[in-house]
C-alpha cells in the first residue's frame, strides 16, 4: 500500500464546468504526477511535481493546470470540462531509493457530458 | 509509430501454460524500464523492473535487449490470478515515462 487518496473517485459533470480531482500522500514524497487512462492509449502524463510550487507538464497538459502547495496534496483542475476529457484519471508518487518506480492511487473516473 | 508498442492481444491460455509477452521502444536513449499489471478497473501497479543483464522473480522473467529496443516478459506455469493487462513502461528523459497500450492476458482453467 502507498499511501495514496483519490477524491473523488467518480464524478459525472457537465461540460464547461470546472473540476478538480485531488491526490493526497502520506508518505511525504517528492515526486507526484497525474495520468488519463483511455482505450487504446494506455497511461499518458498530464502534469507532474517535484516539490511544493514546482510542477512541469506532460504529454497531454492542455486544458489541465495543477497545484502543490503543500507536500501531500496535488490538485489537478480541468478549467472548464469537456466531453474528450472524460476518463480514468491516476495520481502516482515515485518512491526515492526504488529507482523510478511509480506507485498508483485508485483513479478517479470522470465523465463530462 | 507509437513510441511503445505492445503485442495486441488479448492472450487466452490454459492455466499452466507459458505465455510470452513482446514490447519495442522507439527511443534508443530511453533509461528505465518496467512491466507493471493492471486488474480490470484497477490501478496498475509494478510487476518488476527490467534490466539489461535480465531478471527473474519467481515465475515471471523479464529480458531487455536495447540494441534491438526489446522487452519481454515470460509467465511460466500461469495462474488463474495472472489473468490481468500487462503494461509495458520506459522511461525516457526527465520524468517522460511512457506507458504502452497493454497485452491483456487471459488465463482458463
Known amino acids: 500500500d502507498a499511501g495514496i487518496t483519490q477524491s473523488p473517485r467518480h464524478k459525472v459533470t457537465e461540460t464547461g464546468t470546472p473540476v478538480t480531482l485531488r491526490c493526497h500522500q502520506t508518505e511525504n514524497h517528492r515526486y507526484m504526477y497525474w495520468y488519463r487512462q483511455d482505450p487504446g492509449h494506455g497511461l499518458r502524463l498530464i502534469h507532474y511535481s517535484y516539490g511544493v510550487k514546482d510542477t512541469d507538464k506532460g504529454e497531454v497538459s492542455d486544458g489541465y493546470s495543477v497545484s502543490r502547495s503543500k507536500t501531500e496534496d496535488f490538485l489537478l483542475t480541468l478549467e472548464s470540462a469537456t466531453s474528450s476529457q472524460t476518463s480514468v484519471y491516476f495520481c502516482?508518487?515515485?518512491?526515492?531509493?526504488?529507482?523510478?518506480?511509480?506507485?498508483f492511487g485508485p483513479g478517479t473516473r470522470l465523465t463530462v457530458l | 509509430r507509437k513510441e511503445v508498442e505492445q503485442d495486441p492481444g488479448p492472450f487466452n491460455v490454459p492455466e499452466g501454460a507459458t505465455v510470452a509477452f513482446n514490447c519495442t521502444y522507439s527511443n534508443s536513449a530511453s533509461q528505465s524500464f518496467f512491466w507493471y499489471r493492471q486488474d480490470c478497473r484497477k490501478e496498475p501497479k509494478l510487476l518488476m523492473s527490467v534490466y539489461s543483464s535480465g531478471n527473474e522473480d519467481g515465475r515471471f522473467t523479464a529480458q531487455l535487449n536495447r540494441a534491438s529496443q526489446y522487452i519481454s516478459l515470460l509467465i511460466r506455469d500461469s495462474k488463474l490470478s495472472d489473468s490481468a493487462t500487462y503494461l509495458c513502461v520506459v522511461r525516457n528523459y526527465g520524468q517522460n515515462f511512457v506507458f504502452g497500450p497493454g497485452t491483456r492476458l487471459s488465463v482458463l482453467p
Open positions: 502516482a508518487i515515485k518512491r526515492p531509493g526504488e529507482t523510478d518506480t511509480q506507485y
